[in-house]
């Protein structure tokens, strides 16, 4: 047995006795919720979870299942006695899903080792007699960073009051602590999951700033510690590593409720409880440092921290070199005179403000390139620029309108306008600065141009910016392209191209440090050309961004628009960067964390902690092999090529199937996630009454699919691909390709974690629907060769076979939802017989309350 497969046999164990376990004992204490006729639903419970397993087997409709259960074990069986008791099973659901989440979190340590070889200490150790080495990794560390952007993406479903429950829930299981146990759980039972009404963008703002002051604050600075004594115990410098985002009140794409008042207020909000943080952190200072010499700093500096942690009325500016100025001098003074007593305290503290300067976290500003198009127009029209544009200027080619762009700086007369949208851009544009002077440039330095698709999307923002109070010398931001359809991504490197050699844009970037980001979107790629297809598009992207970028000497950076699971980017993420391969520019790691995927791995400060370090061991460590990726050698290439072309082809037909919409519609809650009051952001894109693809939102369309237990977006035209290519006899190739290049076993390894959260077992009634039988059948077919074809290139006999830990993790927290799963559909079912308007109130309310756990349950769906 090999160590690896020891340390595995390991985990399982510890998993086994950690946390099945422990969730099992805990789970009894369920009975003591203090909920209507507890005891009655927690005996009944168990039996409907066989009852469910039992009908599924069987291949029985949801309504089969549910009414033999109440026919079997209750004594009524009206619409309110079941609608009643099952609301009770998906309210205790809930609950054990949240403790599941504890428990595993309290064994997160345990069951989670740090990878010592790949870590910075290691490589600085192995520098030491390899001066040629030594020196790469001195470079290295200079030149890397790792930014994590937060988003308000409407899959993350617990409120903070419910975010601390399973915070304190978690330590109290780390210690067996029963009683505390009990009485959290009870609290759990009382305290309400949901919003009655969907938030505003500052709710969601101050909702995820939650994980800002309790988690992040702590975990980055813990991180960036370590690299600190690394760095000096080799005698380098201190690098500032760790860099974090925001995009709630910032990020406008498509959300209408987003306003410059918005982002003022996010931005305000965030620098205050920064600044909290700061004063809890001094307060503990103040108490330790009570010698003489420090006294008249000491408080100056609580009387700063104070008044711009609890006083709104301040004129707010940039103090965190004031901060630290008087941090060192009481550092300097502690050396001196006390014998450096409490210094590591203050180190601490140093640390904080210079990761987190005076705004915790940088806030984007997105909006789609059609919105930003528009505002141009509208600015076209104003005096005195109106005689620079001819009137034709919207239907001339690209280089003619980037031709007829000046870039003056001019006060525009706007004419008036009701539009909104046109309103906030201009305004927002302004407020960028006044945000900057307030939390300094990095609080607001980023524009995002969603469904960026030409080069005059940029060079047209900017005009903007100078027609908006903003001078060529002090134009502090930078712009960031968003490519996202597979058609953009194919032509991204051209649109660089011409913007790298436009002589306004040249200069820009120098004065920006010819520094430049660029943002590719997993989620709507995926949702455009499927999941093989996206990959592979954005890995050829990635090279041709960066063989361009080289070309003008650019420090390129890109910026992944990740979602949780694997069909938005997610998955094993810190793989990807790990083998990225030196044709992709990777020193400068960007990345979202969108919803759930914040609570289930950047939850607490151990596993937030975790997941950062495994990221930056990713990107160091793939700076220094500086690999070529092997996918690119001329055989691997052609036949990924094709794959792609295949899996595409295949996905886009179903895409286009008549039903293919008809059929979301009908049997997932799609329709009904507007009614959920989780976000301030629409389901779609478009206010128009009927669906259209091209209008409904990624993370909507994704969740639909995982609630069906089908998740097709994560494997849809792999098997079709793969079947081709060993018809053709290329099977040799594609497994030599799998077994050299960690991309590709990375693409392939999440795939098969998406596919192991679908259950086409539960929905094999559909095969008998006289409409919607075959179509179903088609879907099934896919996902069955795409199984065959993945564990054979794989070497394996189960999906995640290398993974039991995480694999046994998913079948616990499958078995514990499939009741909600089996309601939903239910409820669905009953909405398609024309029920009475009570009943379908009842009834969509049935299915909406079920989405929020199966998702919390599955961690990475949505």
């Not at 001195?138 to 030149?143: I, P, Q, T």
């Not at 709104?312 to 965190?320: R, V, W």
């Not at 620029?385 to 309108?401: C, G, H, M, Q, T």
């Not at 809650?669 to 209008?695: F, H, N, Y």
């Amino acid at each position: 047995m090999t160590q690896k497969q020891r340390a595995t046999g390991q985990r399982e164990s510890i998993f086994n006795n950690e946390v099945v376990s422990r969730f099992e004992l805990y789970n009894s204490l369920f009975l003591t919720l203090p909920f209507y006729r507890i005891k009655d639903t927690g005996t009944l419970l168990p039996l409907f979870i066989k009852h469910c397993e039992d009908g599924v087997k069987q291949h029985q409709t949801p309504a089969e299942i549910v009414n033999s259960f109440f026919k079997k074990y209750t004594q009524t069986n009206t619409n309110k006695d079941i609608i009643d008791l099952l609301f009770r099973f998906i309210q205790y659901i809930e609950r054990q899903v949240v403790l599941f989440d504890a428990v595993e979190d309290a064994s997160f340590n345990k069951l989670n080792t740090h990878d010592e070889q790949s870590s910075l200490h290691s490589y600085l150790s192995k520098g030491i007699d390899n001066k040629e080495l030594g020196a790469k990794i001195e470079k290295l560390v200079d030149e890397f960073s790792l930014r994590l952007v937060l988003t308000a993406h409407p899959t993350q479903f617990y409120p903070g009051s419910v975010l601390s429950i399973i915070t304190d829930l978690t330590s109290a299981i780390k210690i067996n602590d029963i009683s505390t146990i009990n009485e959290l759980l009870q609290q759990l039972g009382k305290t309400p999951f949901f919003n009655k009404k969907s938030p505003t963008p500052v709710d969601e703002a101050l909702s995820l700033a939650w994980y800002l002051e309790n988690v992040f604050y702590f975990a980055a600075a813990n991180i960036q510690s370590e690299i600190d004594h690394s760095l000096e115990e080799f005698n380098l410098a201190s690098k500032k590593v760790i860099e974090l985002g925001f995009w709630p009140g910032g990020d406008r794409d498509g959300n209408p409720n987003v306003h410059a008042d918005s982002t003022i207020q996010v931005a305000k909000m965030l620098r205050q409880i920064l600044f909290r943080c700061y004063y809890r952190d001094f307060r503990y200072l103040k108490r330790r440092i009570t010698f003489r010499g420090v006294e008249d700093t000491i408080v100056v500096v609580h009387d700063e921290l104070y008044k711009n942690a609890f006083d709104p009325n301040i004129e707010t500016e940039n103090i965190s070199a004031v901060l630290i100025e008087n941090l060192y001098k009481i550092k300097t003074t502690l050396l001196n005179d006390h014998d450096g007593l409490f210094v590591e305290q203050v180190d601490n503290l140093i640390r904080k403000v210079n990761l987190f300067g005076n705004h915790f976290a940088s806030l984007d500003i997105r909006q789609d390139s059609r919105v930003l198009r528009d505002v141009h127009a509208y600015c076209r029209e104003s005096k005195p620029i109106v005689s620079l544009f001819p009137a034709n200027y919207d239907e001339l080619s690209e280089a003619e309108k980037i031709a007829q762009l000046s870039f003056k700086s001019a006060k525009l007369n706007y004419p008036g306008t009701d539009d909104g949208l046109i309103q906030d851009t201009l305004q927002t544009i302004a407020e960028i600065k006044i945000i900057q002077q307030s939390n300094g440039e990095l609080a607001c330095h980023r524009f995002i141009i969603s469904n960026c698709q030409q080069a005059s999307d940029i060079l047209q923002l900017i005009e903007l910016f100078l027609w908006n109070g903003w001078e060529e010398h002090e134009l502090n931001i930078d712009f960031v392209p968003l490519f996202e359809t597979v058609n953009d991504l194919a032509v991204a490197a051209e649109v660089m191209e011409t913007l790298y050699s436009h002589p306004f844009y040249k200069k820009h970037l120098e004065q920006r440090g010819n520094k430049q980001d660029i943002m590719l979107g997993f989620s709507d790629s995926t949702k455009d050309g499927g999941y093989l297809m996206a990959n592979w598009s954005i890995f050829n992207a990635k090279v041709t961004l960066t063989d361009v970028s080289n070309k003008h000497n650019i420090k390129l950076a890109f910026f992944d628009g990740r979602g949780g699971p694997p069909a938005r980017g997610g998955g094993k993420t810190h793989r990807f960067y790990a083998s990225m391969g030196k044709e992709i520019a990777n020193k400068n790691i960007q990345l979202t964390i969108q919803g759930q995927t914040i609570s289930s791995q950047y939850g607490s400060i151990d596993s937030a902690g975790f997941q950062i370090e495994q990221l930056i061991n990713a990107g160091i460590s793939a700076g220094i092999r500086e690999k070529h990726n092997v996918l690119l050698d001329p055989v691997n290439k052609e036949i990924l090529d094709v794959m792609a072309k295949d899996s595409y082809d295949a996905y886009v037909a179903l895409r286009k199937h008549p039903l293919f919409l008809t059929y979301l519609e009908r049997f997932s809650p799609l329709s009904l996630l507007s009614k959920i009051t989780i976000s301030s952001r629409p389901v779609k894109r478009s206010s128009g009454a009927a669906l259209k693809l091209e209008d409904l939102r990624a993370i909507g369309f994704v969740t639909a699919w995982s609630q069906l237990k089908q998740n097709i977006p994560g494997f849809y035209g792999i098997g079709t691909a793969l079947k081709k290519q060993l018809d053709a006899g290329n099977w040799e190739i594609i497994s030599k390709a799998y077994e050299d290049s960690g991309y590709f076993k990375t693409i392939i390894d999440n795939c098969m974690m998406s596919m192991s959260k679908a259950d086409f077992s539960i929905t094999a009634h559909f095969a008998n629907d006289k409409e919607y039988g075959a179509f179903w059948k088609q879907l099934h077919e896919e996902f069955e060769l795409s199984k065959t074809l993945l564990l054979r290139l794989a070497g394996h006999e189960t999906l995640m076979e290398n993974y039991p830990v995480e694999k046994r993790s998913i079948a616990v927290r499958e078995k514990i939802v499939l009741p909600l799963v089996l309601i939903q559909h239910y409820a669905l079912e009953q909405l398609q017989l024309e029920p009475t308007e009570q009943e379908r109130q009842s009834y969509e309310k049935l299915a909406i309350r079920t989405v929020y756990g199966i998702v919390n349950a599955g961690r990475n769906l949505a």
